[in-house]
């Protein structure tokens, strides 16, 4: 008979905690499992001060706390924490490192993060009654997914090459343009027929 290979132990949320604090690394817990995240590109980080410069000063003139890449969402309902690169709360946040009430969510995808922030990350965001609209914005690409909660569905769109998506929360929009000003991402070609 094969040996089984030992499981992985799980962690309590004050030893992930403690793990962060030891290593200096970030690492997603998902009831009691720790995923170590990557480290980000340059175009990567360049994306995300983009989507900064253009949304930070119009949330806090909305009174909303706007948050990127080292401030972690709580997901209570599933236990568990992940670090969206973009975050946006309408609600009282009490907690210093968390939001438990985002109404914006933003994930830039790398070919390492890409099925699990469309595939997991999409359903445990959208656990939160809060959240409105969780974007995942290519680097690869000028185009961005959008997922926007409705009374009655989760509506799907997708902008490419150029566009302009309204985030609600904020009662405000965003553009490929500002996403990608001064970067060197390529525009989608068109198929052949």
Same mark, same amino acid.
């Given at each position: 008979?094969?040996?089984?290979?030992?499981?992985?132990?799980?962690?309590?949320?004050?030893?992930?905690?403690?793990?962060?604090?030891?290593?200096?690394?970030?690492?997603?817990?998902?009831?009691?499992?720790?995923?170590?995240?990557?480290?980000?590109?340059?175009?990567? /980080?360049?994306?995300?001060?983009?989507?900064?410069?253009?949304?930070?000063?119009?949330?806090?003139?909305?009174?909303?706390?706007?948050?990127?890449? +080292?401030?972690?969402?709580?997901?209570?309902?599933?236990?568990?924490?992940?670090?969206?690169?973009?975050?946006?709360?309408?609600?009282?946040?009490?907690?210093?490192?968390?939001?438990?009430?985002?109404?914006?969510?933003?994930?830039?995808?790398? /070919?390492?993060?890409?099925?699990?922030?469309?595939?997991?990350?999409?359903?445990?965001?959208?656990?939160?009654?809060?959240?409105?609209?969780?974007?995942?914005?290519?680097?690869?690409?000028?185009?961005?997914?959008?997922?926007?909660?409705?009374?009655?569905?989760?509506?799907? +769109?997708?902008?490419? /090459?150029?566009?302009?998506?309204?985030?609600?929360?904020?009662?405000?929009?965003? +553009?490929?343009?500002?996403?990608?000003?001064?970067?060197?991402?390529?525009?989608?070609?068109?198929?052949?027929?």
């Amino acid at each position: 008979m094969a040996a089984r290979a030992p499981r992985p132990s799980r962690l309590s949320k004050e030893e992930w905690l403690e793990l962060e604090k030891q290593t200096d690394q970030r690492y997603e817990y998902l009831d009691g499992f720790v995923h170590a995240m990557a480290g980000e590109s340059r175009l990567h /980080n360049d994306i995300v001060g983009n989507i900064t410069e253009a949304l930070r000063a119009r949330a806090r003139a909305k009174g909303c706390y706007f948050a990127f890449l +080292s401030v972690r969402v709580a997901i209570a309902r599933l236990n568990r924490y992940y670090y969206p690169d973009v975050v946006v709360s309408s609600a009282e946040e009490p907690h210093s490192h968390e939001i438990h009430q985002p109404c914006f969510v933003l994930e830039v995808l790398s /070919n390492s993060s890409a099925e699990r922030d469309r595939r997991e990350k999409l359903d445990a965001y959208f656990k939160i009654p809060t959240l409105q609209t969780y974007l995942l914005v290519s680097q690869d690409e000028r185009r961005v997914e959008v997922y926007q909660k409705t009374p009655w569905n989760l509506l799907w +769109s997708e902008w490419v /090459n150029q566009g302009t998506i309204e985030i609600p929360c904020l009662e405000e929009s965003l +553009s490929l343009d500002q996403i990608y000003a001064g970067l060197e991402v390529p525009e989608v070609r068109p198929l052949d027929c």
